[in-house]
């Protein structure tokens, strides 16, 4: 039983993430944004007790990436599909063009499906990351939708930037930018710069914006990801 432990925990994340897809359904971008975050606890949960119990195994790996497709990339795509469907103002497109859009959602998912095959198969990413990971991608995309879901029918500029993010955060998942881990393995200082500031801008965001901040906080990651840290000169 005790091996079966963390592969329970990541079908409580596939189940969150299926969940999210019916908050999507309704317009719910709130709960779609709470159902995911719980997701992505159950993703961190699963390699916690995997590790605590020695408990791996190749079905985990498997189970945990098939869960990550439905919870950070399919259900982020539901609630941006709905968001470009029924709340987004085309200001610059007429006539049946406009129904074919919100297709475009569902490059979230293929690229997030792309990014997980590519880190089973990457040696590299045991310590860090190559390219933006998949929970913080649905993240950046759920929040996103929550925030900004009462405003999208009154100003036409959301539809080109939702638009221009898909393309830029896709090839971001499946580019090689080295991004850092998430993980504080100490409370020091020195040598977890970048995750500490991190945390700081995380939580300043949130409590200035509510929950749309969780998608300025995905952003800075990609930000300090991006500057040259002194350990990897």
């Excluded at 100003?155 to 090839?171: H, T």
Aim: net charge positive; hydrophobic share 55%; glycine share 6%.
């Amino acid at each position: 039983m005790r091996k079966h432990i963390p592969n329970i925990i990541t079908l409580a994340n596939l189940f969150s993430g299926c969940i999210a897809i019916t908050m999507a359904f309704k317009g719910n971008f709130t709960a779609v944004a709470a159902w995911v975050a719980v997701a992505a606890l159950f993703d961190f949960l699963d390699g916690v007790f995997a590790r605590w119990l020695n408990a791996y195994s190749d079905i985990g790996k498997e189970l945990d990436s098939l869960a990550d497709v439905v919870s950070f990339g399919v259900a982020p795509a539901a609630a941006v599909f709905i968001l470009l469907r029924d709340y987004a103002l085309f200001s610059a497109l007429t006539g049946p063009l406009s129904e074919f859009v919100p297709y475009l959602a569902f490059m979230i998912p293929l690229f997030s499906a792309l990014r997980l095959a590519k880190f089973n198969v990457d040696e590299r990413q045991t310590t860090s990351f190559r390219g933006l990971p998949t929970p913080a991608n649905g993240l950046f995309w759920v929040s996103l939708c929550a925030g900004i879901s009462d405003m999208a029918a009154r100003n036409s500029y959301i539809f080109p930037l939702i638009i221009l993010l898909i393309a830029v955060l896709s090839w971001l998942m499946i580019s090689e930018l080295p991004m850092f881990s998430l993980k504080i393995k100490k409370i020091t200082w020195r040598g977890c710069e970048r995750q500490w500031l991190l945390a700081a801008l995380m939580i300043t965001f949130v409590l200035l914006l509510g929950i749309s901040g969780i998608s300025l906080g995905i952003l800075a990651y990609i930000v300090l990801s991006a500057i040259p840290h002194p350990a990897n000169r």
